[in-house]
T-cell receptor
């Protein structure tokens, strides 16, 4: 049973526009949610997080929204840049461990 | 700081062979973990350790052993490699407690089992 679901394997966006990556979860015990970014042949790097008691967190061009009633979170990137092209993983944290989604490959076209 | 280092970067094994994937961190992190990434499967937790001498199983532990004799090192052992263990393996570390934000990943080891 997938506890964290990223239903869109890929997303293509024009440079300068908004990228919206979505994530759904089933585990009500998650106390933290995180987004990681991964380039080919590299390890994932932390991007932004949100506590389960918040509904929004911003960091520069990146904003994460959490809707607990819908068990849904989203990552907004504004404006999108070609360097944002990567695979983005959503993860839920519970009891110190992370459960990752399958990832969404974002392509930002110049 | 070198961060999290992993060796080797690439490895090809034959079915039944054993090997150890090395992971080291120089950040004095208490928590270390191993993940595997398969196409279309995201990252799945294999084993983790909350401190030296303490290890526990993650989501997919079968076929793998770990030990944590020092804070710095967390090797992953494949006792008898199988083709199903062909994957990219990532080691990660962070401070203890629930400091999820500060989990740092190594560059990965790409393992192929023939």
């Amino acid at each position: 049973d997938q506890q964290v679901k990223q239903n869109s394997p890929s997303l293509s966006v024009q440079e300068g526009r908004i990228s919206i990556l979505n994530c759904d979860y089933t585990n009500s015990m998650f106390d933290y949610f995180l987004w990681y970014k991964k380039y080919p042949a590299e390890g994932p790097t932390f991007l932004i997080s949100i506590s389960s008691i918040k509904d929004k967190n911003e960091d520069g061009r990146f904003t994460v929204f959490l809707n607990k009633s819908a068990k849904h979170l989203s990552l907004h990137i504004v404006p999108s840049q070609p360097g944002d092209s990567a695979v983005y993983f959503c993860a839920g944290g519970s009891q110190g461990n992370l459960i990752f989604g399958k990832g969404t490959k974002l392509s930002v076209k110049p | 700081n070198a961060g999290v280092t992993q060796t080797p970067k690439f490895q090809v094994l034959k079915t039944g062979q054993s090997m150890t994937l090395q992971c080291a961190q120089d950040m004095n992190h208490e928590y270390m973990s191993w993940y595997r990434q398969d196409p279309g499967m995201g990252l799945r937790l294999i084993h983790y350790s909350v401190g030296a001498g303490i290890t526990d199983q993650g989501e997919v532990p079968n076929g793998y052993n770990v030990s944590r004799s020092t804070t710095e090192d967390f090797p992953l052992r494949l006792l008898s490699a199988a083709p199903s263990q062909t994957s990219v393996y990532f080691c990660a570390s962070r401070r203890g407690g629930l400091s999820y934000n500060e989990q740092f990943f190594g560059p990965g080891t790409r393992l192929t089992v023939l």
